[in-house]
């Protein structure tokens, strides 16, 4: 009986993304567990930092959450080749999402990068990786992305 039945793996489709699904592949491929792979879109309330007319955020997150799908589609294709996995877009707040889909997905493990983009968005969003692990309810692998 393996320990390690479902996968969940947050990426931002950043060079660290990457790295982290081929952790996540070798582990499916020596546990034989599925992966669901995560990506998710902020939500509109975290753009309303930005100022932009309220009428063209439910546009903009649209854009955003199908752009994304059809980048997921790609990625999975391309990084999880001979595991069964799957691409997966929601919007929130990234922490609270990925934790959310723990549970609901009932993953064993989180497997996820500390962090991803720089800048503003690392501003804006603070250490995904740090509320995931202090509130998710399954083991979190953290890889630290050279």
């Known amino acids: 009986m393996s320990m390690f039945k479902r996968i969940l793996c947050p ?3 950043s060079d660290a993304s990457a790295a982290i699904a081929r ?3 070798e582990f499916a491929l020596k546990f034989g567990a599925d992966v669901l792979v995560v990506y998710v879109a902020p939500s509109m309330i975290q ?5 932009l ?3 063209s955020l439910p546009q903009l997150v649209g ?3 199908s752009g994304a799908e059809k980048t997921m589609g790609d990625f999975v294709a391309k990084h999880f080749e001979g595991v069964s ?3 997966k877009v929601v919007s929130g707040d990234a922490a609270e999402a990925i934790v959310n889909l723990a549970e609901a997905d009932k993953a064993d493990i989180i497997i996820m990068a500390t962090h991803g983009r720089q800048g503003l968005n690392r501003l804006l ?3 995904v990786a740090e509320k995931v692990v202090k509130t998710s309810p399954v083991p979190v692998m ?4 050279e």
Not at 47 to 51: G, L
């Open 11 to 13: 990426v931002d489709f």
């Open 23 to 25: 952790t996540a592949r």
């Open 47 to 51: 753009y309303e930092i930005f100022d």
């Open 53 to 55: 007319p309220a009428a």
């Open 63 to 65: 854009d955003i959450v």
């Open 85 to 87: 996995a799957t691409g």
């Open 125 to 127: 969003f603070g250490s």
């Open 142 to 145: 953290t890889l630290r992305p």
